[in-house]
């Protein structure tokens, strides 16, 4: 390994694209969009150029806009699940929504989630803050978004005191005793926070990672504890998160010059804007320059990438950026660990409950 | 052409049907499990996979439960990842109504439903107490009466959202930049649910995914008999079968549907040999396996609500009487049978009859269904079962994870098939076409 940092790169795969007219440009057929093979073809794209992971975003909301934007999406987690067993290195880190899902059946489903995949499993977790999510439940009003963030910081916490509540090894499967679990090493949880309270046990076992990646945006106060925090705002951010494994968000247009790359942007923007936040448009060499470049001056671990269009920009991406980040020694040659912990360096994860 | 028997294979685990003890018994957690299962169903042609949902961890006199299987993965989680590695198969999950919102099912379903092409099926259950409602917001607090309601209602809600999006909402058109068009509105108004907005999902490829229902009471079969697809019964015995069949059936009318729109499936187990005597002899061990002394204690502390570890199991029932007031030992088993005195006294007078230790008793009164032979005498009993109208087919529990159904399909189905009551091969691709299509 030479001195250049290692970074850590994360792939958003939403819609065609990350500008909203990308499926009009895509060869992508839009249909394709509610199909398990889209998500797994970008996948696989990602995965072979050893990517840490990729992003699904979601919402219990219609996105907003109007016809000539995709609407509409399948479920984010129930979409990598359906990935997971056909893939073999790529992390996969689907939002979920944390305000009106039950937070036992978010901790059995990422747990599960992280079983299907063999420990590759991550969540994004974000609560929900519109009307829209609101009327489609029906049983509360709008949380303040201070609520709304205690909220999801409660769910986040007991999420994980659910996966430690089986300690690993709790299968014993003893003829002589004829016990099949060692209850010793299951736990309740007896959580009694301020928006709910969970006895548990989990009804499922301790996940492969023990703790599936934990990632949230920057601009949510439970960052501090998240495995990751996924940021816009890049300066400034390892002031406001000392700790965390940064990853900056940088949309991208790419092309083989940089006049065709603007050309690219300029035919996007001519029927919508681009999104706001930080974005790229280049060559695929210039943008290997500048992701150590821009890591390196503001600490940063690493990136999120969002491809303007898909599969164009990740293609692009994967088959000239990371192969030059390589070669200037800032991004790994290949997997060296199976887990998406492994990827990310995060290290064993200490069961809050077992026997030190 | 004789009537065409449904084939389904549960995932088993949790409860004291898996022997966990035998050495090709597999892990009932790691996802290789699932897909031996699946794949083996597939291979057979079965209609669907099952999965069964249990919210809590069982406990016994105040303790989790450590004798039988504990533990299990998020069911839509497991049917989502199965749509990877199979192409036909049918996906049905079990999904509380009391513990989720109609939106999110509904959302979770669909999102099955298009991963997998038009595999996917709900199995609705109204989820029995307020212990499981502890790890639960919602808590659990519902009677039975109102369960039913809230399901009832959960279901049609969920109906609504699924036919919310027109066929032909997805256009896609890139030249004149319209994506979809046309996305209605729900707006769902009823004492349980007061909700309205968008459906993030399209129109499914199967329109309304299969429902399945596996209530028993009177209000559970007229839920089924007004809008199931399935019941997953347990009535698997040729009277009780018969019985129930006619029973659900003879409530069709009254909502317009047809005897045929509605299919009984009731669990059964099997065990097969190389000579009937052989499976017998194997069918015994089996249940000897599953009903061990502390397993039959435990199921009669069930019923009379006290501590009975001093109680031997190879000796005679206890003669002191249930508690009938007091909090139930077991939590997180399905109760069937709601007074215990009874209950005692009918277990009394079995085994006085046939002369049964506490263990033989238990191992008689919780048997399910159970095809027991040679595979062309299990072949020949099932078509017999179908063709009297006990059932219409039935959802295979095998004793071992993940191996137990791979004997069935080498053996059973092609009988069944050299019958001509059962597919060679699928001809549709989505579950409603396997379940209804002739
Ligand atoms: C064969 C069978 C299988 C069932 N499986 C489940 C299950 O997996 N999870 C669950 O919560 N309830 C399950 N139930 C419970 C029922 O769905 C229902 O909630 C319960 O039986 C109470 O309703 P009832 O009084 O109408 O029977 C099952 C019931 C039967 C008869």
Redesign the interface.
């Known amino acids: 390994m030479g001195s250049a940092q290692q970074l850590h790169l994360g792939v958003a795969l939403d819609g065609a694209g990350q500008h909203p007219a990308a499926w009009r440009v895509s060869d992508v057929r839009p249909s394709a969009l509610f199909t398990a093979a889209h998500y797994l073809a970008h996948a696989k794209l990602a995965e072979a150029a050893s990517l840490d992971f990729v992003t699904l975003d979601d919402t219990l909301a219609l996105q907003p806009g109007g016809e000539e934007v995709v609407r509409g999406r399948l479920d984010a987690l129930l979409t990598f699940a359906a990935i997971a067993p056909v893939t073999s290195g790529i992390g996969l880190v689907p939002t979920v929504t944390t305000t009106h899902t039950e937070p036992f059946h978010i901790s059995t489903a990422v747990a599960s989630l992280d079983f299907a995949s063999r420990g590759r499993a991550g969540v994004l977790a974000v609560p929900s803050r519109t009307e829209a999510e609101v009327a489609h439940f029906g049983r509360r009003t709008l949380p303040s978004e201070v609520d709304a963030e205690a909220e999801n910081a409660e769910v986040v916490d007991v999420i994980a005191r659910l996966w430690d509540s089986w300690e690993d090894g709790a299968i014993i499967r003893d003829e002589p005793t004829g016990r099949f679990i060692d209850r010793e090493k299951l736990h309740y949880v007896d959580f009694e926070g301020r928006f709910f309270s969970i006895k548990g046990p989990s009804i499922t076992p301790r996940p492969p990672q023990g703790h599936p990646v934990v990632a949230v945006y920057g601009d949510s106060p439970y960052a501090h504890g998240a495995d990751v925090v996924l940021v816009d705002e890049i300066r400034g951010a390892r002031e406001r998160f000392p700790d965390a494994k940064l990853l900056a968000g940088l949309s991208i247009v790419l092309a083989e010059t940089e006049q065709a790359a603007i050309e690219r942007r300029r035919a996007l923007e001519a029927y919508a804007p681009f999104p706001p936040g930080p974005s790229f448009t280049g060559t695929p060499a210039d943008l290997a320059t500048e992701l150590p470049r821009l890591a390196e001056s503001n600490s940063l671990d690493g990136f999120h990438i969002r491809p303007a269009v898909l599969p164009d920009d990740l293609a692009l991406f994967t088959a000239e950026t990371v192969p030059a980040l390589q070669a200037a020694g800032a991004f790994r040659q290949t997997y060296t660990g199976a887990t998406l912990r492994d990827h990310l360096g995060l290290g064993v994860a200490v069961n809050q409950y077992a026997e030190a | 052409m004789p009537k065409q028997v449904k084939l389904a294979a549960h995932f088993p685990g949790v409860n004291n049907t898996t022997v966990?003890?035998d050495p090709h018994?597999g892990s009932q957690?790691?996802?290789s499990s699932f897909?031996h299962l699946a794949r083996t169903a597939e291979r057979g042609k079965f209609d669907f996979l099952f999965l069964a949902e249990?919210?809590?961890?069982r406990e016994h006199a105040g303790?989790?439960l450590?004798?039988?299987?504990?533990?299990?993965?998020?069911t839509?989680?497991?049917l989502?990842?199965l749509?990877?590695?199979t192409t036909r198969l049918g996906l049905a999950g079990t999904l509380s109504s009391t513990?989720?919102?109609p939106?999110?099912v509904a959302?979770?379903v669909?999102?099955?439903d298009?991963?997998?092409g038009g595999r996917a099926a709900w199995n609705v259950v109204t989820s029995p107490d307020a212990w499981t409602g502890?790890?639960?917001?919602?808590g659990g607090f519902l009677k039975r009466e109102d369960r039913y309601r809230r399901a009832e209602e959960f279901l049609a809600t969920v109906r609504e959202l699924w036919d919310s999006?027109a066929p032909d909402?997805?256009?896609?058109d890139?030249e004149n930049?319209?994506?979809?068009?046309g996305?209605e509105r729900f707006v769902h108004s009823g004492p349980q649910?007061?909700?309205?907005?968008?459906?993030?999902?399209?129109r499914t490829p199967q329109g309304q995914p299969i429902v399945i229902q596996a209530g028993d009471s009177d209000e559970g079969r007229e839920f089924a008999a007004k809008t199931a697809d399935v019941i997953f019964s347990r009535h698997g015995s040729l009277e009780s079968g018969k019985e129930f069949f006619a029973d659900v059936k003879r409530r069709l009318p009254a909502y317009g549907r047809e005897p045929g729109e509605l299919l009984i499936m009731p669990a059964a187990t099997f065990v097969l040999g190389d000579t009937e005597e052989d499976a017998h002899e194997q069918a015994r061990e089996i249940r000897y396996q599953q009903v061990?002394p502390?397993t039959a204690i435990q199921f009669l502390e069930q019923v009379w609500s006290r501590d009975l570890s001093a109680y031997d199991a190879d000796g005679p029932l206890p003669e002191i009487d249930p508690d009938p007031d007091a909090e139930p030992l077991t939590w997180g088993r399905v109760r069937h049978e709601k007074d215990p005195l009874a209950v005692a006294a009918k277990w009394r007078a079995i085994a006085e009859e046939k002369k049964l230790s506490i263990r033989e008793l238990v191992i008689e009164v919780t048997a399910r269904q159970q095809f027991v032979g040679t595979a062309r005498q299990v072949a020949e009993s099932i078509d017999e079962y179908v063709q009297s109208d006990a059932a219409d087919g039935f959802v295979l529990v095998p004793h071992l994870t993940p191996g137990g159904l791979d004997a069935f399909v080498d053996d059973v189905v092609p009988r069944l098939q050299e019958r001509g009551v059962f597919r060679t091969d699928y001809t549709g691709d989505t579950l409603r076409e396997h379940l209804f299509s002739r």
Request: hydrophobic share 45%; net charge positive; glycine share 6%.
């Open positions: 966990w003890s018994s957690i790691d996802f897909e249990g919210l809590r961890l303790k989790i450590d004798s039988d299987v504990v533990g299990r993965p998020n839509t989680t497991v989502a990842a749509s990877a590695v513990f989720n919102e939106y999110e959302r979770q669909a999102s099955i298009h991963l997998s502890r790890n639960f917001r919602r999006w909402a997805v256009v896609g890139k930049g319209v994506f979809a068009r996305i649910f007061d909700i309205r907005g968008e459906f993030t999902v399209p061990r502390a």
